[in-house]
């Protein structure tokens, strides 16, 4: 097992108390002390942190400008984190009591604690300075993080065949909806969303704006009783942001769900807890959450009805540890719900250059739903010229992996980037169509994708003939 060097220990407070004292400047000089701390930081990660060579790592670009908003409503509270053994190398400045773990899978993690106001550094730090990804989980005790990662089915999630229900059949379906997905829809979504100040988890926008997205949905499900909607709160460290879930309940197979997730959260990684920071959050994820609703417009539209129960969600606080849908796949978990494929959207909307659509992201996955990921991908998609690749995204870096740490097999297909990586304007006041070149057509892509896993994961009811003229074919 993995030993806590007293000495990066100490090296770790003196960093945390360079960074205690960047706290009391005024805004304009904090940003050159964190650098100064941060730079520090990447040394000692030089000395002591090993990158895979295995799988390509996301890359993210640096961060925009820090503002002048400082309002915290409590910065000390302390949040208790699991990360990578990699992610707390880089972030042992601001993170206290580190004690060493191991998920079913062998991987070496880390819970420590972390003062909420430097919750957002995590990723600065292991995006902006080591080039790689820095999820985490989050926790309001030490107690649940424990438990959690005691409890983390991960292996299981990852490696259990559930190749029966992944089968390519509903051809006929498919080819009618890939047709009908609209730009201009993407468009409006990722714009409305996107001019809320923000989505921040613990503001009154990040609250307004999920009960404007359950509304949209309910809409689109009008006049249909086996469609309803729901706000779940049950999640006792999102602040007052609901997740936002639609159900379709399955025709004859209802007790297995297939579920198309997004996180409907943004956040500014310069402003920290400020209510009011801005944080648009286009590509990141108001274009998961169009995704989504235009995959739903077009299901509903014609009356369509799935073998197997359908969820969209749109989960709160991804962006402060996956807690929303941490929260969604445990309470699963516990009620025993079967669920039988989880699809992740997650930025779609960004490509720059000369690289493939799509990036199936490869780690924290299940096996099979990966392998159908590709099979679908090809049969749908590259024939209209599309082309794949794949990308590890690191421990945590969004919310596939709470259901696959809960045991449910997960996948996720990730925007195209820029040739050097990942979207630049990430986390920024830059996250805006704007940056995208006032389009939505990357977006269009991910929704033919979801729309081809919607229809052979869920299946199409058969229409059965009892007289009359003959319906139109449903695949
Ligand atoms: N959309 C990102 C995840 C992401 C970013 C994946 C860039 C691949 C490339 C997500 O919202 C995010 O920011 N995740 C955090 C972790 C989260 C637990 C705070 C991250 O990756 O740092
Ligand atoms: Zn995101």
Redesign the pocket.
């Known amino acids: 097992p993995f030993l806590l060097i007293p000495t990066t220990l100490l090296l770790g407070m003196l960093v945390s108390v360079v960074m205690l004292r960047s706290d009391t400047m005024r805004a304009a000089h904090a940003p050159a002390v964190r650098t100064a701390a941060a730079a520090h930081l990447t040394r000692l990660d030089t000395a002591h942190g090993a990158e895979s060579a295995e799988a390509p790592r996301?890359r993210?670009g640096a961060v925009g400008p820090a503002t002048a908003a400082w309002s915290q409503a409590d910065p000390f509270a302390p949040v208790y984190v699991v990360t990578s053994r990699d992610t707390w190398q880089g972030i042992r400045g601001v993170a206290r009591n580190a004690v060493a773990r191991r998920d079913s899978t062998g991987m070496p993690l880390v819970i420590s604690e972390v003062r909420a106001d430097r919750l957002s550094e995590?990723?600065h730090y292991?995006?902006a300075k080591e080039r790689r990804?820095?999820?985490?989980?989050?926790f309001p005790s030490r107690a649940q993080a424990e438990d959690f990662v005691g409890a983390g089915r991960s292996m299981q999630a990852m490696t259990q065949s559930l190749l029966a229900h992944y089968t390519l059949d509903n051809q006929a379906t498919v080819e009618r909806w890939l047709p009908q997905v609209q730009e201009q829809r993407l468009y409006d979504t990722i714009n409305h969303l996107s001019s809320y100040r923000n989505r921040y988890y613990a503001s009154s926008y990040g609250k307004t704006s999920a009960e404007w997205i359950r509304t949209h949905w309910q809409s689109l499900a009008a006049g249909r009783s086996d469609v309803s909607t729901e706000l779940f709160t049950a999640c006792s460290n999102c602040s007052t942001q609901p997740s936002v879930i639609l159900t379709i309940q399955g025709w004859d197979l209802p007790n297995e769900v297939v579920v198309l997730g997004a996180?409907l959260d943004s956040?500014n990684a310069n402003t920290r807890t400020d209510p009011n920071q801005i944080a648009p959050g286009a590509d990141?994820?108001a274009s998961g959450i169009a995704t989504l609703t235009e995959t739903l417009r077009i299901a509903l539209s014609e009356g369509w009805r799935p073998r197997r129960t359908v969820k969209f969600m749109g989960y709160a606080a991804?962006?402060?540890?996956?807690r929303g849908s941490n929260a969604i796949a445990q309470s699963f978990l516990a009620n025993g719900v079967n669920v039988v494929g989880v699809l992740q959207a997650?930025?779609t909307n960004y490509k720059a250059g000369a690289v493939s659509d799509m990036r199936l992201i490869s780690d924290y996955s299940n096996a099979d739903l990966k392998n159908f990921f590709i099979t679908l991908f090809d049969t749908y998609l590259a024939p209209m010229g599309l082309t794949r690749s794949s990308v590890a995204?690191?421990y945590?870096?969004?919310d596939h992996a709470s259901w696959t740490n809960a045991g449910y097999p997960a996948a996720m297909m990730?925007e195209a980037g820029g040739p050097n990586g990942?979207?630049p304007y990430?986390?920024t006041t830059s996250d805006t169509l704007a940056t995208m070149g006032e389009s939505a057509q990357n977006s269009v892509k991910f929704t033919q994708f979801a729309l081809a896993y919607l229809a052979e994961t869920a299946k199409t009811k058969p229409i059965k003939v009892t007289g009359g003229p003959a319906p139109m074919s449903e695949g």
């Open positions: 996301l993210r995590i990723g292991v995006h990804c820095g999820g985490y989980f989050a996180h956040i990141d994820d991804e962006e402060v540890g996956l997650d930025m995204c690191g945590a870096c969004s990730f990942s979207y990430i986390h």
